[in-house]
């Protein structure tokens, strides 16, 4: 739903500027959105790694493209996989590894097939989803920085725009127009930063706790594998899982 909010934010300011009399026109300024975007975006950099922002572009269509993590469907699978490992041993889960697609339930099963100490195949795994959180969390506290200078790019922006309108103080007739584009710095600075920057790091922390709901949920389930309980017993297992998040997450 991430894109459907801004849209409506977008609409309601743009209407709203059209109901005063405005022109949406007059909030399109190439020089201000380069000062504080531009100089939004570079002040970030100064404060992360170029890993930040290379995960923050590869991670930008999931705000996109629906993310989803239907617990229902594992909590499914993991009961067949169950059923066969009771029947046929842990080697017969190895025909079905190769039309696995997610690497982390990958991982676990193929260590499991392999006979690795269930301790260590849980610290391993445990680990990834440690691992991952750093990761996301970095792409969360980027935008949040952004969104943090934001607005004082904004501020610097709408300085530099009216220095430029003092120099038109002998042409009256431009100065009014002058100083308008001076402000749209400012608006800019603080659109971006309450409309897209905070909002999106924010959105990005819940994909994080979603995908870790989600590969915990695995990972009790292998645990359950590697214990030899029975699929209905893993059901019980899961039920908290699935119950608690209402089986699907569909994230926009």
Known sequence: ????????????????????????????????????????????????????????????????????????????????????????????????????????????????????????????????????????EFTAKFYEAMGGYCPTMGIIGAVLGLIHAMGLLDRPDELGGGIAVAFVATIYGVAFANLIFLPFGNRYKFFAHEIKHYKMMTLVAIMGIADGISPQQLATRLEGYVGGHGGKTEEA
């Open 1 to 136: 739903m991430s894109l459907i909010g801004l849209i409506i934010a977008l609409c309601c300011i743009i209407g709203g500027n059209i109901l005063e009399g405005g022109h949406p026109g007059a909030l399109l300024n190439g020089p201000a959105f380069l000062i504080v975007v531009g100089s939004t975006f570079g002040a970030a950099l100064t404060q992360f790694p170029f890993s930040a922002p290379m995960g923050a572009i590869k991670r930008f269509k999931w705000l996109i493209i629906p993310l989803k993590l239907d617990l229902y469907e594992r909590s499914m699978y993991m009961q067949e996989l169950s059923n066969m490992a009771r029947k046929g041993g842990f080697l017969a889960l190895e025909e079905k590894i190769d039309d696995i697609a997610d690497p982390f339930l990958k991982k676990g099963l193929g260590m499991l097939i392999d006979g690795f100490d269930k301790d260590r195949i849980s610290e391993t795994l445990e680990d990834e989803i440690e691992f991952e959180q750093e990761d996301l």
